[in-house]
């Protein structure tokens, strides 16, 4: 994350620097707003890497859905263990490099 400035009293945004009161950084007592956000107004910009984004997918990918089938997750789980789940090995390695020429670099 790239956040661009120097302090409170002297705050480069987009390649210009403010000074004097209205660069001065102040709490706003408000749940979820960061320090100085209503001093800076709309001029603020934070730059998130490419790798963040990518962390961030990540975990959303690994946090279990709502929407999950209980019944058929316990169906499917007692025909892989009493050996009855047949799987098309074929299709699974089909599949996946699929799913990985479609990502990005």
Do not use: C, H
Not at 9 to 30: D, Q, Y
Not at 41 to 48: D, L
């Amino acid at each position: 994350m790239k956040v661009t400035g120097t302090g409170p009293k002297n705050v480069a945004l987009n390649g210009t620097s403010a000074t004097g009161e209205a660069a001065k950084i102040s709490r706003t007592g408000k749940p979820g707003a960061s320090a100085g956000a209503e001093a800076l107004g709309s001029a603020a910009r934070v730059e998130v890497s490419s790798r963040a984004q990518e962390m961030k997918r990540a975990k959303e990918l690994a946090t279990p859905s709502k929407d999950i089938d209980e019944a058929k997750v316990a169906r499917l789980q007692a025909m892989i263990d009493s050996g009855k789940y047949k799987m098309d090995a074929a299709a699974i390695a089909d599949r996946l490099v699929d799913e990985q020429m479609k990502m990005p670099e």
